[in-house]
């Protein structure tokens, strides 16, 4: 059974620093591309980053680019969301995916998806 477990989140003042993890089972952890995305309270789900398999390329929404980086660790199959100069539109709930499609925001429903950790900028 796939299991994708985000963790880390917590309450941050503006301008700090916070990292989550997602760490992975149940997959063949190199052979996914992997994502984070985030859901604000009344918002849609957005794209946030994204990782190649092998960890060379990332890609970054408009939002948090400069800010965010993303990595992982294919001996620990954990994806890693390091934020930094957080501000209170950050504020969310911080979802992983995993997915076998190339491109670099596609992830959809019927991929794997984490369950979720919430991420709180107080300003």
């Known amino acids: 059974q796939v299991q994708l477990v985000e963790s880390g989140g917590g309450l941050v003042q503006a301008g700090g620093s916070l990292r989550v993890s997602c760490a992975s089972s149940?997959?063949?952890?190199?052979?996914?591309?992997l994502g984070w995305f985030r859901q604000a309270p009344g918002k849609e789900r957005e794209f946030v980053a994204s990782?190649?398999?092998?960890?060379?390329?990332?890609y970054y929404g408009d939002s948090v680019k400069g800010r965010f980086t993303i990595s992982r660790d294919n001996v620990k199959n954990t994806v890693y969301l390091q934020m930094n100069s957080l501000k209170p539109e950050d504020t969310a709930v911080y979802y992983c995916a995993a997915s076998l499609r190339v491109g670099a925001s596609d992830f959809r429903a019927n991929d794997y998806w984490g369950q979720g950790t919430q991420v709180t900028v107080s300003s």
């Open positions: 149940g997959l063949t952890f190199s052979s996914y591309r």
């Open positions: 990782i190649s398999r092998s960890g060379t390329r990332t």
